[in-house]
């Protein structure tokens, strides 16, 4: 069973990384676009950044100076504390993440390869695996 979950992470990673590629983004970038865009003031400290997605500092360090460099995001230390880098994404960043998200839906997310009643049945059985391991389930 684990190496069948693993093996189709792989899968689903490779059709990610095929649809994010010609935009010139991986996974874990698209992740910081994505939480920037669904952050009410579209900017957020870097280690909130990390904290959210569970990775560490250097890499989420890493990901926001390619996004930044690629024009999506910016970084400025804000007067009242300089000690907080504040990450905030671009309008060209909205755009790609947007057009990103688009791609996804269509090309992975939508046609995952299984059917609506087995896809709820898969999600279920997910579900009770990550409870039992302690993670956290949206209701």
């Known amino acids: ?8 992470q792989q899968l689903f990673m490779e059709r990610i990384d095929a649809v994010l590629r010609p935009l010139e983004l991986t996974f874990a970038r698209y992740e910081v676009l994505m939480l920037l865009s669904f952050s009410s003031a579209g900017a957020m400290p ?37 000690r907080v880098v504040l990450t905030s994404i671009t309008e060209t960043g909205h755009e790609i993440a947007q057009a990103a998200t688009r791609r996804l839906n269509a090309e992975v997310f939508e046609a995952p390869g299984l059917e609506g009643t087995d896809v ?15 993670d956290t389930v949206s209701p």
């Open 46 to 82: 870097m280690t909130r950044l990390g904290s959210l997605l569970q990775v560490h500092p250097t890499s989420v360090t890493s990901a926001v100076a390619r996004l930044e460099r690629q024009g999506f995001v910016q970084r400025a230390r804000p007067e009242a504390d300089r």
């Open 1 to 8: 069973m684990v190496t069948s979950l693993v093996r189709v």
């Open 120 to 134: 709820e049945l898969l999600t279920g059985l997910l579900d009770q695996l990550r409870r039992s391991s302690g």
